[in-house]
């Protein structure tokens, strides 16, 4: 069954800590993207990458952190210092980047609440 | 920014009743997307336009592209209780990013 896995559904930390959301996939996709939902809102792009071991920042990308070690992995760390990072993370594949043919699928994200 | 916005942010409507969300972008775009997002959940892909086309068709789903007015309509006909979400665009201009609205809250009463 071919899909984008992301853990925790929920998770809860405190403030100063650092955090990292799981993002797997099994579509053989080489492009992986980031993004944040604030309620109410777009979606906004943190981080994203083309290819194993290479990602670049997006809009968003300060007090967060990424690799991507593996194809199908590309985990997201996010760190003491974003400052607001209590949202709706959501993780995304494509086959190719943004051009003529491409869509993104999504995982089911992760719901962060930092108090 | 060439971010999408959607218009209206919100719409209620009966079920059976059409259901028309519009897009505007701000520059050249290479193809231009419709997601749906049921509260609390991912996106899911509903349609994909190129810059060459002009309307395409998926089931209930037509969306009209007018790069002249840099905007994007999509309708959905004979609407349904199931699809009550959130409706995004996304464009696309070659580069490696996606830029999404803020999407048309969409409530389908039945």
């Known amino acids: 069954d071919g899909g984008i896995t992301q853990s925790p559904k929920y998770l809860f930390r405190k403030e100063g800590q650092n955090v990292t959301l799981s993002c797997e996939q099994n579509?053989?996709?080489?492009?992986m993207y980031w993004y944040r939902q604030d309620p109410g809102q777009g979606l906004r792009l943190i981080y994203y990458?083309?290819?194993?071991?290479?990602?670049q920042k997006g809009d968003i990308a300060e007090g967060y952190s990424v690799s991507r070690e593996k194809k199908e992995s590309f985990p997201l760390t996010v760190t003491s210092a974003q400052k607001n990072p209590t949202a709706f993370y959501l993780c995304?594949?494509?086959?190719?980047?943004?051009?003529?043919?491409?869509?993104?699928?999504f995982g089911p994200g992760t719901r962060l609440t930092v108090t | 920014s060439q971010q999408g916005e959607e218009d209206p942010q919100a719409l209620s409507i009966q079920e059976g009743e059409n259901a028309t969300m519009n897009c505007s972008y701000k520059?050249?775009?290479?193809?231009l997307q419709w997601y749906r997002q049921n509260s609390g959940r991912g996106l899911v892909h509903l349609i994909l336009?190129?810059?060459?086309?002009r309307e395409k068709h998926s089931g209930r789903l037509r969306v009209t592209l007018d790069t002249s007015k840099k905007s994007s309509s999509l309708l959905i006909t004979a609407s349904r209780a199931a699809d009550t979400a959130s409706y995004f665009c996304?464009?696309?201009?070659?580069?490696?990013?996606?830029?999404f609205g803020s999407g048309t809250k969409l409530n389908v009463k039945p």
């Open positions: 579509l053989n996709h080489d492009a």
């Open positions: 995304a594949s494509s086959i190719f980047l943004a051009g003529s043919r491409n869509e993104q699928y």
């Open positions: 996304a464009t696309a201009s070659g580069g490696h990013k996606f830029y």
């Open positions: 990458s083309q290819i194993v071991n290479d990602f």
């Open positions: 336009i190129r810059s060459n086309e």
């Open positions: 520059t050249s775009i290479n193809n």
